[in-house]
């Protein structure tokens, strides 16, 4: 009998050969799960990148998600069209706090849009309250402390008695709250036209006619039922100034200026303290009279804003253009020059009303829509006044 070859694997070889069989199969199982995970990144990132072109292209909310605002736009809109304050009433108080509190003299708040929209233009108006002192109040007036006097001081000795020194004395100054209302109307055909945006129009209203009538009463109002204003208050030459007056300082021609030594005169006339946010408040005929000053070099004082929505400067410092400032004349204080938002207090309680009423025009719908603000000098040293006068 022929001996068969012998072909049996060694143990030895076989356990390698298993060995590098699991190691290929370990190999090829971490390159599937690394790319398995690499799509699930890439799907995430696209998914990511789709959330924030949505959120960027502002999509139009479903009707089922409405804004927590738009159940009070949509009553407030009702009461202004047709008269309906049934929706208004209705409205959880306690989950849009005041936005429907009723008044008890009559009327409703405006809802958070339209107030933001008035308040908006009224900041950017030109009178005083863009650069005075604003504050929110929920009383009938505002009281500002004033301490107006030195605190006494002394130097001391190891042995020595001390003395009792100066007591420094303050002033309550009260700014009482006023009403100031407006008054628009609309034609009811207007009003039950749904393409017509009730709320932008009557925004728009009243902001017109509360900016123009708080301009005036911050600078010449008489303080009886509306603001006491700026120029209101006696002024006296800026040499014997004293407490409860504004200060001035003469140009030394009737009616004109002859340069500028007048007004670098009224800048170093207020203290240093205030210079450093000073403000120039003059109407548009003054300013065509101030820009045409040139110093001894022959500069002129007045440079315009370098970027758009800067305001001109003279000397350096900003120039607000209130028309409601005097013309030159002869002795007239036509120029204001300080720090307003120490100079200046307005106080205001931050609501809106409106009433609708439909009957005292007919055909034609009313809405008395009214706000409590006031306003009145709180610091007398921080504002100066340049006259056009010999002295």
């Not at 308040?119 to 009938?140: H, I």
């Not at 010449?220 to 039922?225: H, Q, R």
């Not at 004349?329 to 100079?343: E, K």
């Not at 009423?357 to 009145?376: C, E, I, M, N, T």
Request: one cysteine or more; glycine letters at 8%; proline letters at 4%.
């Amino acid at each position: 009998m022929t001996d068969q070859p012998n072909t049996e694997v060694p143990r030895e070889d076989l356990a390698h050969e298993v060995k590098q069989a699991v190691s290929e199969f370990v190999s090829h199982f971490k390159g599937f799960k690394d790319d398995v995970t690499l799509k699930l990144q890439q799907n995430e990132e696209r998914m990511t990148m789709l959330d924030r072109k949505t959120h960027i292209t502002a999509r139009p909310h479903l009707a089922a998600s409405e804004t927590e605002t738009a159940p009070h736009q949509k009553a407030f809109d009702a009461y202004l069209r047709s008269g309906d304050e049934t929706a208004l009433r209705g409205l959880d108080l306690e989950a849009k706090a005041l936005s429907t509190a009723v008044n008890t003299d009559g009327g409703f708040l405006v809802d958070p849009v339209t107030s933001d929209t008035v308040k908006s233009v009224l900041t950017s108006t030109a009178s005083l309250r863009a650069v005075a002192s604003v504050v929110s109040v929920e009383a009938t007036s505002y009281d500002v402390l004033i301490d107006h006097g030195e605190l006494g001081a002394g130097w001391a000795t190891e042995t020595g008695s001390l003395t009792e020194t100066a007591t420094p004395q303050i002033d309550r100054i009260t700014i009482a709250l006023h009403e100031l209302s407006a008054l628009p109307k609309a034609s009811q055909r207007l009003l039950d036209d749904s393409a017509f945006d009730l709320e932008s129009w009557l925004a728009g209203r009243i902001a017109e006619k509360f900016a123009r009538s708080e301009a005036a009463a911050f600078i010449n109002g008489d303080g009886i039922d509306k603001p006491m204003g700026m120029m209101t208050h006696p002024a006296v030459d800026n040499d014997s100034w004293t407490w409860g007056n504004l200060g001035y300082v003469a140009t030394g021609v009737d009616g004109g200026i002859s340069g500028g030594d007048a007004i670098v005169d009224l800048v170093y006339a207020l203290g240093a303290e205030y210079r450093a946010n000073a403000t120039f408040v003059m109407n548009s005929k003054t300013a065509g009279v101030v820009r045409k000053l040139k110093d001894a070099d022959g500069r002129f004082l007045w440079s315009d804003g370098l970027a758009a929505g800067e305001p001109a400067r003279l000397m350096g410092y900003p120039v607000l253009v209130a028309e409601d400032m005097p013309d030159v004349a002869s002795d007239s204080c036509s120029i204001a020059f300080g720090d307003f938002a120490a100079g200046y207090t307005i106080a205001e309680r931050p609501d809106l009303r409106v009433l609708r009423d439909p009957f005292s025009a007919k055909p034609h719908v009313l809405f008395y829509a009214s706000k409590r603000v006031g306003g009145d000098v709180s610091d007398f040293a921080a504002i100066k006044l340049l006259k056009f006068a010999t002295s």
